[in-house]
């Protein structure tokens, strides 16, 4: 990465750094507004059936997970994991429509997409989003390969790896370096997300497909079942938004306008020590 | 890699622009101007035709799908869809144990049929143990016999216009209370309801796994599960797989028929192709 000193302070100089390429600019973007919706016509593709088992069929008698009603006046929305129900009226298994009224459905209309009960919209939704979403993953792997980007800025060296104590002591004190680097938590984050998870949701997404099982077969192997397959998937995608949440808040908090040009323009500015240079 | 000072509109303006662009987006979405927009969808069913032709593309014509052993088979078999049809003439057919029942092959074909149940017994039957998608999320794992849908076209003989093979049924959907099926959808057909009625093309037609199922497992098929006979499907979401099969129609498009999206589901907004 190339850079030029902007000014000196006694303890380093501020320099602007190239952060991210052009493809990973572009690729982040389409990426976001693509997942947003991806998730919340899965969530609506969840609501026609919220109850989630593994293996390869459905248990009806024992899901893992399941959203419902309680036969109580008013009604009250009841989750249950791994058999301990939790009240979670207003949010999950009963929540409000327009005009107020109580209905029952897994998540509320203010997260899925469309709003109303409509699986059949959902799914046309969820599947014309998820070619979007594979050819702009594809087009960031590639690129992220013949780049070397992900060998010499994602994978933690062996350095990295022994200093993740220190990296967690540092972030517990909200201390973040601005570095022309990854620290090795941001690399771990990014794998993961970047590399596991979204790959992950592709092949428990095929997974589900009946067409795609005959084609092949070792992917029920893989995961389990079709049934397991779907809650990988899920459970997948809430990792994402506890991803996405921890993600935002990181970019809030360790300086906000510079994170948000460096992923728009590119420009990132990092403050080195004197030895450094 | 350029640098910024070359491009051709400025940052501020691309960011405004960015956020105005999902930000409406966002809120057209609060009265589902935009996920319900006939123009939208038409090009998100792009999507889906690329689907159909890209599994099509990959999945080999006769590869079957995974099939289980004995053990598998679910304990309680869901019953989905319309679970008891209320039509009279299908009612006396039921209490007479369907001996009255011919299922009619016609349309596209050199040499139109009717086929008893027992006809339909003496042909080369198959038997599998396959799962069972719904399109709602869930599977089961059960032992279907029938005949394989190849033997009767054969006996029939498909005329070369035929491309898709239509299944009218008994049901309409109102009947026997769909308990988790979307209210919402079945509530938009008209008061008597909207026979039910699928199709299929020659791929799925001509499969080894597409059968005329009459049992299940090993028990003469109930009716909440489509009897006398109903469609299997090895490689498709339930909602393909019609139930209460009354008449088989070989025609070489069904755009004049029903909603003319070739299915019930079809004509409220699912896809044709239900590979996925």
């Known amino acids: 990465m190339s850079g030029f000193a902007l000014q000196s302070h006694a303890m380093g100089k501020r320099v602007a750094v190239r952060r991210h390429g052009l493809i990973v600019r572009i690729t982040h973007w389409v990426n976001a507004l693509v997942w947003v919706f991806l998730l919340m016509s899965g969530l609506q593709i969840f609501n026609a059936h919220p109850a989630l088992y593994f293996g390869q069929q459905s248990n009806f008698t024992h899901p893992f997970l399941v959203m419902g009603a309680a036969n109580d006046n008013p009604a009250r929305g009841m989750t249950s994991i791994a058999g301990h129900s939790f009240d979670t009226t207003g949010w999950l298994g009963v929540s409000y429509d327009e005009s107020g009224e109580p209905v029952e459905r897994g998540f509320p209309r203010f997260v899925t997409w469309p709003g109303e009960q409509d699986l059949a919209t959902g799914r046309r939704w969820h599947f014309f989003l998820a070619w979007l979403f594979v050819i702009n993953g594809t087009i960031y792997l590639l690129s992220g390969v013949l780049s070397r980007h992900f060998t010499r800025d994602l994978l933690p060296s062996w350095a990295d790896i022994r200093h993740i104590p220190r990296s967690i002591f540092d972030h517990v004190q909200l201390k973040f370096a601005h570095e022309r680097r990854y620290n090795v938590l941001q690399k771990l984050a990014y794998i993961s997300a970047a590399l596991v998870a979204l790959p992950l949701m592709v092949l428990t997404g095929l997974t589900m497909s009946p067409a795609m099982d005959a084609a092949f077969p070792w992917l029920l192997e893989v995961f389990g079942g079709r049934q397991s397959a779907r809650s990988i998937h899920f459970i997948t995608a809430m990792f994402l938004v506890l991803f996405l949440f921890v993600h935002l808040v990181m970019v809030l908090i360790s300086g906000v306008f510079n994170n948000l040009r460096s992923m728009i323009t590119g420009r990132y500015v990092v403050e080195e020590q004197a030895h450094d240079l | ?276």
């Open chain 2, 1 to 276: 890699m350029i640098s910024e000072r070359k491009l051709p509109v400025s940052r501020r303006a691309l960011l405004r622009f960015g956020a105005i662009g999902a930000g409406s987006l966002l809120l057209a979405g609060c009265d589902d101007a935009v996920s319900e927009n006939p123009r939208i969808l038409s090009l998100i069913d792009k999507a889906s035709a690329l689907t159909y032709r890209a599994q099509r593309l990959i999945l080999p014509r006769d590869k079957l799908a995974p099939e289980y052993a004995e053990s598998d088979i679910a304990p309680q078999f869901r019953a989905n869809g319309s679970t008891s049809p209320s039509d009279p003439a299908y009612r006396k057919l039921a209490a007479g144990d369907f001996a009255d029942w011919r299922l009619m092959v016609g349309g596209l074909v050199e040499r139109p049929m009717q086929l008893s149940l027992a006809e339909l017994r003496a042909l080369p039957a198959s038997t599998q143990i396959t799962r069972h998608d719904c399109v709602e999320g869930w599977s089961c794992i059960g032992k279907w016999t029938g005949t394989p849908l190849s033997e009767v076209l054969n006996r029939a003989g498909v005329k070369p216009q035929a491309k898709f093979v239509v299944f009218h049924c008994a049901d309409r959907l109102q009947d026997g209370a769909p308990d988790d099926f979307e209210p919402g959808e079945s509530d938009s057909a008209d008061s008597g309801g909207v026979p039910y009625y699928e199709s299929i093309d020659f791929v799925d037609a001509y499969h080894p796994q597409t059968l005329l199922a009459y049992e299940l497992n090993g028990q003469t098929l109930p009716i909440a599960y489509g009897a006398p006979l109903r469609l299997r499907l090895g490689r498709q979401l339930g909602y393909k797989m019609a139930k209460y099969v009354m008449r088989i129609e070989l025609v070489a498009s069904f755009a004049q028929m029903g909603g003319g999206n070739g299915g019930y589901w079809e004509d409220l907004g699912y896809e044709w192709y239900a590979g996925t």
